[in-house]
């Protein structure tokens, strides 16, 4: 697949929205749900949020995750699925909505970061759009670092250089309790029957890096060059915008074909 710049401006155009004003009706939310987000004041401006709608045609799927601590919005996660009639929900926790009065209309609750004292490195999930670590070591088949069950890392340094330790990964079931409370180091945390869901799409019979379904020409949002290797990356942008190299050429990297959004509606 050739990525040019016409592609990409295509398909970033912005969309209108048939409803001029934000109200929830319910605290059970939707796609349109996020469609509509940008209608909403609680929104915080500050951070990027792009709606399914203007999603590029380079990605299969978009992973959203509202980091906020209150909220209706607060610690869940959505994961779409591009189809030929518009995005669906691409998974969800049954086992979660069992018994609950509607259908499943965002995939399960999540963890993000908060600060615990003493600890410099922890903190609320860094919020922006990105994409996922493509690199083979950043993403695990079982258990890593303790607590962390296959985890996939987001593609993000931090302005030093150094490799963000920001990933999704299914946790203890200790911890399953505090799930749609803010309570990670930074990381997004989850059942782990929901991470196995989410290893599945991405590595299907085990299939990893070029050989997942889930792989092509996508953006990248660093200027340097990309590579397999696990040397820091520089001069990131967190915001979604197009990066080009001085001839005008788009910045493109091989990667899985999902694009992660953490935002935040708990401003108002």
């Given at each position: 697949?050739?990525?040019?710049?016409?592609?990409?401006?295509?398909g970033?155009?912005?969309?209108?929205?048939?409803?001029?004003?934000f109200?929830?009706?319910?605290p059970?939310?939707?796609?349109?749900?996020?469609?509509?987000?940008?209608?909403?004041?609680?929104?915080?401006?500050d951070?990027?949020?792009?709606?399914?709608?203007?999603v590029?045609?380079?990605?299969?799927?978009?992973?959203?995750?509202?980091?906020s601590?209150?909220?209706?919005?607060?610690?869940?996660?959505?994961?779409?699925?591009?189809?030929?009639?518009?995005?669906?929900?691409?998974?969800?926790?049954?086992?979660?909505?069992?018994?609950?009065?509607?259908?499943?209309?965002?995939?399960?609750?999540?963890?993000?970061?908060?600060?615990?004292?003493?600890?410099?490195?922890?903190?609320p999930?860094?919020?922006?759009i990105f994409?996922?670590d493509?690199?083979?070591?950043?993403?695990?088949?079982g258990?890593?670092?303790?607590?962390?069950?296959?985890?996939?890392?987001?593609?993000?340094h931090?302005?030093?250089?150094?490799?963000?330790?920001?990933?999704?990964?299914?946790?203890?079931?200790?911890?399953?309790?505090?799930?749609?409370?803010?309570?990670?180091?930074?990381?997004?945390?989850?059942?782990?029957?929901?991470?196995?869901?989410?290893?599945?799409?991405?590595?299907?019979?085990?299939?990893?890096?070029?050989?997942?379904?889930?792989?092509g020409?996508?953006?990248?949002?660093?200027?340097?060059?990309?590579?397999?290797?696990?040397?820091?990356?520089?001069?990131?942008?967190?915001?979604?915008?197009?990066?080009?190299?001085?001839?005008?050429?788009?910045?493109?990297?091989?990667?899985?074909?999902?694009?992660?959004?953490?935002?935040?509606?708990?401003?108002?």
């Amino acid at each position: 697949m050739s990525l040019n710049r016409r592609f990409f401006l295509a398909g970033s155009a912005a969309t209108a929205l048939a409803t001029p004003t934000f109200a929830v009706t319910s605290p059970h939310l939707d796609i349109d749900y996020l469609e509509r987000l940008p209608e909403n004041p609680a929104l915080n401006r500050d951070h990027a949020f792009i709606p399914p709608s203007q999603v590029h045609p380079a990605y299969s799927h978009v992973i959203y995750v509202d980091a906020s601590t209150r909220g209706i919005g607060q610690q869940k996660m959505w994961v779409l699925e591009r189809g030929a009639a518009g995005w669906d929900l691409a998974m969800s926790d049954q086992g979660y909505w069992d018994g609950k009065p509607n259908e499943a209309s965002y995939s399960w609750p999540v963890s993000t970061g908060r600060h615990y004292q003493g600890d410099n490195r922890s903190g609320p999930t860094i919020p922006g759009i990105f994409n996922l670590d493509e690199r083979t070591a950043r993403y695990r088949t079982g258990w890593g670092s303790p607590g962390m069950y296959k985890a996939v890392y987001i593609d993000l340094h931090y302005s030093s250089g150094r490799a963000s330790g920001i990933a999704m990964h299914g946790t203890t079931q200790s911890k399953y309790h505090r799930l749609g409370a803010a309570d990670s180091h930074g990381c997004v945390r989850m059942r782990q029957a929901n991470m196995d869901q989410l290893w599945g799409i991405l590595h299907p019979n085990g299939a990893r890096g070029e050989a997942s379904p889930l792989w092509g020409e996508v953006p990248r949002y660093f200027t340097s060059a990309a590579s397999d290797r696990f040397a820091a990356r520089w001069n990131y942008v967190r915001d979604g915008q197009l990066l080009y190299d001085d001839a005008g050429n788009l910045r493109t990297k091989m990667g899985y074909t999902v694009l992660f959004n953490v935002f935040r509606t708990d401003v108002a």
